[in-house]
Nanobody, 128 residues
Framework: QVQVVESGGGLVQAGGSLRLSCAAS????????MGWFRQAPGKEREFVAA???????YYADSVKGRFTISRDNAKNTVYLQMNSLKPEDTAVYYC??????????????????????WGQGTQVTVSS
């Protein structure tokens, strides 16, 4: 069982920045793919960003150039640096872990079903 815990959400003005953190348990964190998803009120959950175990990164078109995903394997933590935030970025942000990424030939990083463990979410609100 892998525990996933997000932190770092909050209220920020449009144009501002936030950094989300996500800590995942497990001795083989370096072999996990980690992803960020978000869900706004009345909308479906959507993919935001992901990083494979090997360090490849993937982003939704809506956040490319503004958000950056990174990881610190020594701390079992993945980060989402969010810059130039817009009101439409307002959502609950979820972190997810795919512990079997190391063994997968083809990672489907944008799909929620690829991930086995999810955090409880952290609220990000961007005011205009």
């Amino acid at each position: 069982q892998v525990q996933v815990v997000e932190s770092g959400g909050g209220l920020v003005q449009a144009g501002g920045s936030l950094r989300l953190s996500c800590a995942a348990s497990g001795r083989t964190f370096s072999r996990y793919a980690m992803g960020w998803f978000r869900q706004a009120p009345g909308k479906e959950r959507e993919f935001v960003a992901a990083m494979s175990w090997s360090g490849n990164t993937y982003y939704a078109d809506s956040v490319k150039g503004r958000f950056t995903i990174s990881r610190d394997n020594a701390k079992n933590t993945v980060y989402l640096q969010m810059n130039s935030l817009k009101p439409e970025d307002t959502a609950v942000y979820y972190c997810a872990a795919a512990p079997n990424d190391y063994y997968s030939r083809y990672g489907r990083y944008g799909g929620g079903t690829y991930y086995d463990y999810w955090g409880q979410g952290t609220q990000v609100t961007v005011s205009s």
